[in-house]
């Protein structure tokens, strides 16, 4: 049985050099992780070194790095925080020893099949917030002693940041994945009507739970909806997606936007519980001359007619989608879009300030739509009403009715 290494100041001093040393920093995420966990195993003369980093969305501990123990990784093992020996460390976010391995002590099958008899793990802390989990083992009994335990999270901690870049790293390329996925790369060129649309993340990922759609139908009908799912960047976003193409399978079967918004409530509420979402569907007519709207909890769109101020429509709003039981009375109001309208679908983001009523904001906006191309007017209501830096996401957008004599 081994017992807890004595320590000289001059090992110590070794030892805090190899973690520190400035040369790592230049080393990729992936590679620093590897040469760290391959310095901490020589250090405390271990045979095994892993790391498994938070995944946010899910909230369990996933095996990114080892040394010694690689079959993790290769498996791809994973562990809720709280289960097992990792999971206890992440949730006590306190170092955690056990001196002799049982299978009562650890989930993962890799680490009984290896042999491993002792262990030691540390949480990965960044700014209070829990990263993932250090640990190392021997495959022989061993007493970890309170020097193994500092230098142990002064890897964690010198990981932890490499740690929280890799997953920043990959929620951004995700995001921007999921944003060219989700978002029409080009609106549909319909006879008629001019279309043109805006897009600005109010979070540092660049997309979130706003959203916006344009889509023809075997009927002939054209499909236009605008909403917000609760919440703000990758998780709204990915909850934003499966709600858009449930919409569009919803409209293929319905002729009807409420009864297109009431399947989506009920798909809502059996698969997003908990997901708040407003939206506005409009179906505009193949002559072009109607839209047949159903509002969930969104504001109405603007109606800008030739002649006449610009406002918002007179429909009926009905409760945002996925509160309570599904709603089976959804409401539809039509509009007459007579040549030269324009009709402004927009979320809350670009009209909504602190310490400001909201009707403030409206009036903001109508007072900004004028009669011009669309894409001119979406550049100009971006410029003169949406803030530099939106603390909520922004959708926008415009539809217009062209008219004859003087087509856009």
Request: net charge negative; with cysteine; aromatic share 4%.
């Amino acid at each position: 049985m081994a017992g807890a290494e004595v320590v000289t100041n001059e090992e110590r001093l070794r030892r805090i050099e190899a973690i520190t040393d400035a040369a790592l920093s230049g080393l990729a995420t992936a590679e620093l992780l590897d040469e760290l966990l391959e310095r901490i195993r020589d250090l405390l003369k271990v045979d095994t070194a892993t790391i498994l980093l938070l995944e946010g969305h899910t909230g369990e501990l996933v095996a990114t790095a080892a040394k010694g123990l690689e079959e993790e990784v290769r498996q791809g093992f994973r562990v809720r925080v709280g289960r097992g020996f990792a999971g206890r460390v992440a949730a006590t976010r306190a170092p955690v020893t056990i001196y002799d391995v049982t299978p009562d002590d650890v989930v993962n099958p890799v680490l009984l099949t290896t042999g491993v008899r002792a262990l030691l793990g540390v949480p990965m802390l960044a700014n209070g917030n829990l990263v993932g989990v250090l640990h190392v083992g021997s495959l022989t009994l061993r007493q970890f002693g309170p020097d193994d335990v500092r230098l142990l999270q002064l890897v964690a901690d010198r990981a932890s940041s490499a740690g929280q870049a890799r997953a920043q790293s990959l929620d951004r390329q995700a995001a921007l994945a999921l944003q060219r996925s989700l978002l029409p790369a080009r609106l549909p060129d319909i006879p008629g009507l001019d279309l043109a649309a805006r897009y600005v993340p109010g979070h540092d990922l660049g997309i979130g739970g706003d959203w916006y759609d344009v889509f023809m139908l075997p009927s002939g009908w054209l499909g236009a909806v605008i909403g917000d799912v609760s919440g703000h960047g990758l998780p709204s976003a990915v909850v934003m997606g499966r709600i858009r193409s449930a919409l569009r399978a919803y409209a293929l079967d319905a002729d009807d936007p409420a009864q297109a918004l009431t399947s989506l409530d009920r798909k809502i509420y059996h698969f997003e519980a908990g997901t708040l979402t407003t939206a506005v569907y409009a179906l505009i007519a193949p002559d072009r001359a109607t839209v047949h709207l159903s509002c969930a909890g969104h504001l109405p769109p603007l109606l800008a007619v030739p002649g006449q101020p610009t406002q918002l429509v007179n429909l009926a709003v009905d409760r945002p989608l996925g509160v309570g039981r599904p709603m089976t009375n959804r409401r539809t109001t039509v509009v007459d879009l007579p040549p030269g309208a324009t009709l402004v679908f927009f979320t809350d983001g670009l009209i909504e300030r602190r310490n400001e009523l909201i009707d403030t904001g409206i009036e903001r906006l109508a007072a900004a739509v004028r009669s011009e191309p669309a894409e001119a007017l979406c550049d100009h209501i971006m410029a003169s009403t949406a803030e530099d830096q939106p603390n909520d996401d922004i959708a926008l957008l415009v539809i217009g009715r062209q008219s004859p004599a003087n087509p856009r």
